[in-house]
T-cell receptor
Framework: GQQLNQSPQSMFIQEGEDVSMNCTSS?????WLWYKQDPGEGPVLLIA?????ELTSNGRLTAQFGITRKDSFLNISASIPSDVGIYFC??????????FGQGTRLTINP | KAGVTQTPRYLIKTRGQQVTLSCSPI?????VSWYQQTPGQGLQFLFE???????NKGNFPGRFSGRQFSNSRSEMNVSTLELGDSALYLC????????????FGQGTRLTVV
């Protein structure tokens, strides 16, 4: 099925470092979402973006809705051990289904 | 406010059997969607229901079916189980005024042996 291109697939960083990940699509979306999933749990919604160019923060997390409506970015500042997990982007256009990226696995070395 | 509740959490079935999974959405949410998550394929959309009507459907065989009840609770059924159906099945619900924002349950881990 349709997928978003999410990169990188995995990241290994030191505690305290900043993290950046992004998603691109061949289709435009009018909503971009970012989720975090811990092992054995369902994804948890972190940030929702509704307007092209929008920049939204949630604590140390900041996400942007790309101007072209075909991409989105997530930044995590000053990473801590509990940031470990898999981050997913998701896009939706109108009433169509929500489409997910393949995820970015974040590992933090203390 | 209680979150999305999925039952059971874990299930082991034999090839050829059928299975029914249940999902109770967040109170007031009328849209429910289902996803299959496997390590190799990521999150794959199964179907979405709104007010008891299927609104969207993914590319899964007819063995996968679902329904939504008048209280917005939803069930999905998989018949004639195959080994490849082993996966985490996730349900998500959305509010009417924020339909793009899907809130997920903890999932049902199905193992087919």
């Amino acid at each position: 099925g349709q997928q978003l291109n999410q990169s990188p697939q995995s990241m290994f960083i030191q505690e305290g470092e900043d993290v950046s990940m992004n998603c691109t699509s061949s289709s435009i979306f009018n909503t971009w979402l970012w989720y975090k999933q811990d092992p054995g749990e369902g994804p948890v919604l972190l940030i929702a973006l509704y307007k092209a160019g929008e920049l939204t923060s949630n604590g140390r997390l900041t996400a942007q809705f790309g101007i072209t409506r075909k991409d989105s970015f997530l930044n995590i500042s000053a990473s801590i051990p509990s940031d470990v997990g898999i981050y997913f982007c998701a896009g939706r256009q109108g009433a169509q289904k929500l489409v997910f990226g393949q995820g970015t696995r974040l590992t933090i070395n203390p | 406010k209680a979150g999305v509740t999925q039952t059971p959490r874990y299930l082991i079935k034999t090839r050829g059997q059928q299975v029914t999974l249940s999902c109770s959405p967040i109170s007031g949410h009328r849209s429910v969607s289902w996803y299959q998550q496997t390590p190799g394929q990521g999150l794959q959309f199964l179907f979405e229901y709104f007010s008891e009507t299927q609104r969207n459907k993914g590319n899964f065989p007819g063995r996968f079916s679902g329904r939504q009840f008048s209280n917005s609770r939803s069930e999905m059924n998989v018949s004639t189980l195959e080994l490849g159906d082993s996966a985490l099945y996730l349900c998500a619900s959305s509010a009417l005024n924020r339909q793009a924002e899907a809130f997920f349950g903890q999932g049902t881990r199905l193992t087919v042996v």
